[in-house]
Structure formats: C-alpha cells, structure tokens
C-alpha cells in the first residue's frame, strides 16, 4: 500500500502508451514533475499521438495543488 494522497481510480490517461491517471500522479509527486516532457520523460504517458497532454497538465496543476498544501 502507498501512502499517496490519492487514489488510484482505474483511469487511463494516455492511450498510446497505456498510462493510467494514478501512474502519472504518482511520478509527479515522487519526482515533483513540472512539466509535460518531465512527466513523458518518467512515465512515457504522452510520448505518442500528444492527445492526452492537456489532461496531463491538469493532472500536474492536480498534483501541485496537494504538494502546496502539504
Ligand atoms: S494518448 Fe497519450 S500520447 Fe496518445
């Protein structure tokens, strides 16, 4: 079990590369990723077709927004 500040709720973000939500959460708050190519670097989520960036930003503004609070 992880003590992450969320969980994992089974949703894909990028298709191509078959990357959940929870995985690319997961890696910007371990790694306190900023940016998209940080997040394609560590997770290869938005390595392909770049339909999934916008959500994968949202996903960092998601997750900085817990690490802020903290
Ligand atoms: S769905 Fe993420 S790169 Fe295509």
């Not at 670097?41 to 916008?54: D, L, N, P, V």
Request: aromatic share 8%.
């Amino acid at each position: 079990m992880s003590n992450l500040p969320f969980e994992d709720d089974g949703q894909t973000i990028c298709y191509c590369m078959g990357v959940s939500a929870f995985e690319i959460k997961k890696a910007i708050y371990e790694k306190h990723l900023k940016t998209v190519p940080e997040v394609v670097e560590e997770t290869r989520a938005g390595g392909g077709c770049m339909s999934c960036h916008s959500q994968i930003e949202q996903l960092i503004d998601e997750v900085w927004s817990i690490i802020n609070k903290e």
